[in-house]
């Protein structure tokens, strides 16, 4: 499985995602590159989402990291075309901190620092990413940095949006956490393959 190099300016180690969809069906990303307009956290019933806005066809890519607790959604085939913006350190339904940036040359990373671990599912839209985590505190103030970057900025300088393009295909949800993983080892070791070495997913 194709690894994850290592996010120094994050302090990321390197680990194996998977990935959502790839708009080819393939192990990558062709064509225009998709880019990357903002990061919001939204309260939701019974969880907490991080949405990632965008424009254009990205393969989506995940996996947590422990000590801290951190979720790590890769967007490959992804440009960044507003300036990152600082996360104002609230506490919103178990999403401590929130960081994101060109990673690499089409690359978008954003890394989710949580309480704890927790089950969440990843769900992609023509114009947005959505990262859905379970929370039990669920009345907080939306953020936006979009709304951040507004403030800052004149008006004759604000963020202008290009164009649409052309939809980008459904992709089913991708559901990750505790309780998949160990759901995930609980089929495992009733497969009658028990004896192969099944894909594996840090």
Do not use: H
């Amino acid at each position: 499985m194709k690894r994850i190099a290592t996010l120094a300016a994050l302090a990321v180690v390197a680990a194996a995602p998977r990935a959502v969809a790839g708009p080819e069906g393939g192990g990558g990303v062709s064509g225009r590159a998709g880019e990357v307009r903002g990061v919001s956290v939204l309260p939701a019933p019974g969880k907490v989402a991080v949405v990632i806005d965008l424009q254009g066809a990205v393969e989506v890519q995940d996996f947590t990291l422990r000590s801290p607790a951190r979720l790590v959604v890769d967007l490959v085939g992804a440009r960044l075309v507003a300036p990152a913006t600082l996360y104002d350190g609230q506490n919103r339904g178990g999403v401590r901190n929130l960081r994101y940036a060109q990673f690499r040359p089409g690359v978008v990373r954003v890394v989710i620092d949580l309480d704890v671990l927790k089950d969440y599912q990843i769900k992609r839209g023509d114009t947005q990413v959505r990262v859905e985590i379970g929370a039990e505190r669920t009345a907080f103030t939306a953020w936006s940095s979009r709304g951040v970057a507004s403030a800052r900025l004149p008006a004759a300088a604000a963020f202008v949006p290009a164009p649409a393009p052309a939809s980008v295909p459904f992709a089913p949800p991708v559901t990750g956490g505790p309780a998949a993983t160990a759901m995930s080892r609980r089929r495992r070791r009733g497969s009658p393959c028990a004896g192969t070495t099944p894909t594996s997913r840090t």
